[in-house]
């Protein structure tokens, strides 16, 4: 079944950069109290729940947001209109498994969805774990043809997202110096896929 989603991280993203300007307090509350107001969608309101954890790299305080399905009230990351303009989570509103992944197009696909989710989403620690893992499953089974177009694909995510986070002033000196460390693993890592032929260093843009 074909149906649209809206996606909590979307709108929680999306407050985030209308408060980017302002101070981390006056941004936080101005986040919980446009979330506490809920969301309309398709005439129908959706609540937003929150649920506070401590993240084991920053050792800081973070919390996850979730809607409030409408029909069975458990928590979603996304909420499904289907015919009827009908609101609901996967479960109330019958959506099937998503489609098995069978070729390298469609593997392409999941390792671009996957990256996407590791770089930009707030996901917690046994998530992004479980997202890596996906992608290097996925990777190891493309074709030869894909793989070399992909290395540079990926790699230059990762390498953006830790020069971005780098740019945190907020971060702690410890967490800087991980993620610096990351960032010469996957120098030294493209250098060895480059002369094995696994990953090409004509286009200078991926270049670290």
């Known amino acids: 079944m074909n149906a649209e989603y809206v996606y909590i991280f979307d709108l929680v993203n999306s407050l985030k950069k209308d408060n980017r300007f302002l101070s981390e307090d006056i941004a936080k509350n101005n986040l919980e109290e446009s979330l506490s107001k809920g969301v309309l969608v398709k005439g129908t309101k959706l609540d937003v729940v929150s649920l506070d954890y401590l993240n084991p790299f920053s050792k800081k305080m973070g919390t996850w947001y979730y809607y409030k399905c409408p029909i069975c009230f458990c928590k979603a990351r996304k909420i499904y209109i289907t015919e009827g303009n009908r609101v609901g989570c996967r479960k109330c509103s019958k959506i099937k498994n998503r489609r098995k992944v069978?070729?390298?197009?469609?593997?392409?696909?999941?390792?671009?969805?996957?990256?996407?989710?590791?770089?930009?989403?707030?996901?917690?620690?046994?998530?992004?774990?479980?997202?890596?893992?996906?992608?290097?499953?996925?990777?190891?089974?493309?074709?030869?043809?894909?793989?070399?177009?992909?290395?540079?694909?990926?790699?230059?995510?990762?390498?953006?997202?830790?020069?971005?986070?780098?740019?945190?002033?907020?971060?702690?000196?410890?967490?800087k110096e991980a993620l610096r460390d990351v960032l010469k693993k996957i120098k030294d890592g493209r250098k060895i896929l480059v002369k094995t032929g696994l990953s090409s260093s004509r286009n200078k843009k991926y270049e670290i």
């Not at 770089?119 to 046994?126: A, D, F, L, R, Y």
């Not at 290395?151 to 990762?158: Q, T």
């Open 102 to 175: 069978t070729t390298s197009a469609d593997r392409v696909l999941r390792i671009q969805e996957y990256v996407y989710e590791v770089v930009k989403g707030n996901v917690s620690p046994k998530r992004k774990k479980k997202l890596i893992g996906s992608i290097a499953s996925h990777y190891e089974q493309l074709d030869d043809v894909y793989k070399l177009a992909y290395n540079n694909f990926v790699f230059k995510s990762l390498q953006d997202w830790c020069l971005e986070t780098l740019r945190d002033n907020n971060l702690e000196n410890p967490y």
